[in-house]
Nanobody, 115 residues
Framework: QVQLVESGGGLVQAGGSLRLSCAAS????????MGWFRQAPGKEREFVAF????????VTADSVKGRFTISRDNAKNVGYLQMNSLKPEDTAVYYC????????WGQGTQVTVSS
């Protein structure tokens, strides 16, 4: 069973940067794809980014393309979401997930961007 723990969230001013981490345990990290979703208050959870198990292939939502970068370090069992040029509308709880059956989610980390 995969366990995921996110970290790196916080309060940042608009235009600033944060790097989220997703530490995985319980299964060989390089055996599964992973990614990030986010959920703002009163809104549905939305897709942010995906990275393949090898790290070679990535997909990023249009809303964050050019600002957010997903990556992973299979040697350290950690996935990352580098977030630059943050906007107030990026404020949300960010969840990493493991693309296994059933899908596994982390507990989430709060990102707040002030204007």
């Amino acid at each position: 069973q995969v366990q995921l723990v996110e970290s790196g969230g916080g309060l940042v001013q608009a235009g600033g940067s944060l790097r989220l981490s997703c530490a995985a345990s319980g299964r060989t990290f390089s055996s599964f794809h992973m990614g990030w979703f986010r959920q703002a208050p009163g809104k549905e959870r939305e897709f942010v980014a995906f990275v393949s198990s090898s790290g070679r292939d990535t997909v990023t939502a249009d809303s964050v393309k050019g600002r957010f970068t997903i990556s992973r370090d299979n040697a350290k069992n950690v996935g990352y979401l580098q977030m630059n040029s943050l906007k107030p509308e990026d404020t949300a709880v960010y969840y990493c997930y493991a693309d296994v059956i059933p899908r596994i989610w982390g507990q989430g980390t709060q990102v707040t961007v002030s204007s």
